[in-house]
């Protein structure tokens, strides 16, 4: 939660989230988080797979669906996808599928991991973020490149940094190390591992 309200608040700074949004839709939304922080804006929308983060997003008011077919006939001032792109097999098709979901003048505003952080580039297939459930990578460049061919506007920046607890990195770098106790011991500092983009459909 802190996160995403430190998203929001950048997205404002930048005056790339408009005030008066009644509808928004967030792709693999989880528990219900990112939408969380959006109280104000009355239609909220996510889609999700588990029954558990299902029953958590209608316990926060924000409706729900597990199939994308079911969203056909709506339309949405706001579609957002964090951490999702890059594990879809034809992430052209799901660009595509976005727009045709926004009304005009809509945005959407998507995080992936920075592939083009000096660590990525040094550890290549070694990098922490580099695995299986990846299906496509993207540095700033090739996400303006490929958002460009879909909206308009395309603007990108790092994300403010997360924090996290040293079980969260044994997770993805020492996974025999993993303890719950762990949990409970946060790093001093967040880190930035990826990109924001913002981007319109032209009215």
């Known amino acids: 939660m802190r996160y995403f309200a430190e998203v929001k608040a950048e997205l404002q700074k930048r005056r790339l989230a408009r005030s008066g949004n009644e509808s ?16 104000e804006i009355r239609f909220r929308y996510g889609t999700e797979m588990h029954p558990t983060l299902i029953q958590r997003m209608r316990e926060r008011g924000i409706s729900s669906t597990s199939a994308l077919e079911s969203l056909v006939d709506q339309r949405f001032e706001l579609i957002s ?8 097999e034809e992430p052209e098709q799901l660009l595509q599928w976005m727009r045709d979901r926004l009304v005009d003048g809509g945005s959407v505003i998507i ?4 592939m083009g952080k000096w660590a990525a580039r040094l550890f290549g297939t070694r990098y922490y973020l580099y695995c299986p459930m ?4 993207f540095t ?3 996400l303006r490149l ?3 061919r879909y909206f308009s506007q395309v603007q990108i920046f790092r994300s403010p940094p997360m ?13 025999r190390l993993q303890n719950a106790a762990l949990d ?20």
Not at 81 to 88: G, K, S, Y
Not at 134 to 137: A, D, K, N, R
Not at 189 to 197: H, N
């Open 134 to 137: 990846h299906y496509s990578y």
């Open 24 to 39: 928004m839709l967030d792709l693999g939304a989880g528990d219900g988080d990112w939408l969380a922080v959006w109280p």
């Open 163 to 175: 924090r996290t607890t040293l079980n969260a990195v044994a997770k993805w770098i020492f996974p």
């Open 81 to 88: 996808a964090f951490d999702f792109l890059e594990h879809v």
């Open 146 to 148: 490929l958002l460009s």
């Open 140 to 142: 700033g460049n090739s």
């Open 111 to 114: 995080g992936v991991p920075d």
């Open 184 to 203: 409970k011991a946060w790093l001093p500092m967040g880190y930035c591992a990826s990109l924001i983009a913002v981007a319109q459909k032209p009215s």
